[in-house]
């Protein structure tokens, strides 16, 4: 895809993330747009601010896109590659494309999307990759609760 | 696991999914059981009911058990084999075991859960099948947008 696209797109996920950063939550956003180029949805990991496990960014922006007939040529735009979870809503609904922030912090399950046939897109931002390796350095707990490794 | 106990529990995801069709909506129940045999979370597919997409049985019964420091020992017990997202959700968390009603209608990630390491248990439940395929014959498209097959 086109890189100035995606990068346009990130912008969308990454001020997700920081906003989540502020309300001292997990710094992961990210959002959902349509074949067209439509924002869909955005959301960001909401663990610490609704209690919310479930909440991870992607999560967040599927939901708030509502229901949809057909995920046939959408794009999940993520500041952090997507985990397990994350990765099985991806493939799950045919979700066309990743958009990957950064994969250095936690590679997640991204090869094996591309393995079953998701266009993934990593864009090594230093930016998200900042945000993120600041974060686990302050909150290593909150981390390892948010990815299961408590 | 003991077949008694995973039938009992099995119930309580019976119970949801019943009510759940009583709302119109998809029937597909989950609970989240600790290790000690506690019930953590329970809830059902909420797809039509709150417009939620991502609320999948599985997700909805992690989200109503709230935040947890680990989910070493705890058991998600789910009317249906769960899809790659609730697969995907059951091995980020380290959720140890699944208990699945029946998988006749949809087999999902019940076979890379326990290449990973997840204890699964199938019941193989007449009345868990029977619902489903109840469902499955009088709102295809519903059940289709339920899996992202719409």
Known sequence: MDQEQARRWLATAFEEARAGLGEGGVPIGAALYGGGGELLG?????????GDPSAHAETAAFRDAGRQRSYRG???????SPCWYCSGLVRQFGI??????EDRTFRGGRDWLAEHGVEVVV??????????RGFVAD????????IGQG
Not at 42 to 50: E, F, M
Not at 74 to 80: D, E, F
Not at 139 to 146: G, I, K, Q, V, Y
């Open 123 to 132: 864009l090594d931002d230093p930016a998200c990759a900042a945000l993120m």
């Open 74 to 80: 959408t794009t999940m735009v993520t500041t952090l």
């Open 139 to 146: 909150r290593p707990e909150l981390w390892n609760e948010d």
């Open 42 to 50: 955005r959301g960001r990991n909401r663990r610490v601010q609704d």
């Open 96 to 101: 066309s494309r990743v958009v990957v922030g």
